[in-house]
Every structure is written in C-alpha cells, then in structure tokens.
C-alpha cells in the first residue's frame, strides 16, 4: 500500500491510497454524466458479501514527482464524452489536493462503457 506522508510539528500523518481513491471515486461520480466508476472483480466480489469499497475502479500511484490516478468509468450515452472526462479530471484533482494535500500530476480517464437513461439505475447496482 502507497501512501502520502507529511511531518508536522506534532508527529507524521500519513494518507493511505485507498483514501485519496474513495475521494477520486466519489468525486468522479460527482459529475453529471457519470454512471458509476467501474471496479475490478474482487472489490465487485466483495460488494457481494456486503463490503462495500469506495475505492473500487481507481489506481493510484504515488512517487516524488507526484500522484497518477486511473479511472474507468460508465457515462450516460448522449453526453459529449472529451467534456466529462475533462470535468471527471478537474473534479477529482481539485479533491483529491484539497482533502489530502498530496499533489496529483495526472488523472487518466478510461471510458469503459456507456449505457442509456433507462439502464442508468441497473448500472449503478
């Protein structure tokens, strides 16, 4: 597990990447347009055994220079896909640096599907 570590004058606090991907993944789903960010098969098994993971769909990556998060999301069909990737990439930076601090270099966005209004709830499931 990466985290961020940051020294104050009372001790360290560190941030695992699992917080700052619950914040990228709730951000995410934040903006108009966005379904649901899509998860892997485990945290999807864990779901089902009543865990839920809200970190689910989002890696992170954390070095010197800064953090690289990944996600991949399902968008409503009929939304201009580049504008919400874009808002998705503002939205989840400026969260993820507010909560935590810790700098993001890049949000890479993958479009993993697309679903209509009326499957819309279905999806989030």
């Known amino acids: 597990m990466n985290e961020a570590e940051k020294s104050t004058l009372v001790g360290k606090i560190k941030i ?9 993944n709730i951000a995410a789903q934040e903006v108009e347009g966005v379904v649901k960010v899509i998860g892997s098969s485990t945290s999807q098994i864990s779901e089902i055994f009543g865990k839920k993971n809200l970190a689910k769909g989002v890696k992170i990556n954390m070095d010197e220079e ?37 700098s993001v270099k890049n949000v890479d966005i993958t479009i993993s599907d697309i679903v209509f209004e009326e499957k819309k709830e279905e999806v989030k499931e």
């Open 66 to 102: 800064g953090t690289n998060i990944e996600l991949a999301l399902v968008i409503l069909h009929g939304v201009n896909i580049v504008k919400i990737a874009e808002e998705v990439q503002r939205n989840v930076k400026e969260a993820v640096e507010s909560m935590t601090g810790i």
């Open 16 to 24: 695992a990447d699992n917080v700052a991907a619950a914040i990228a």
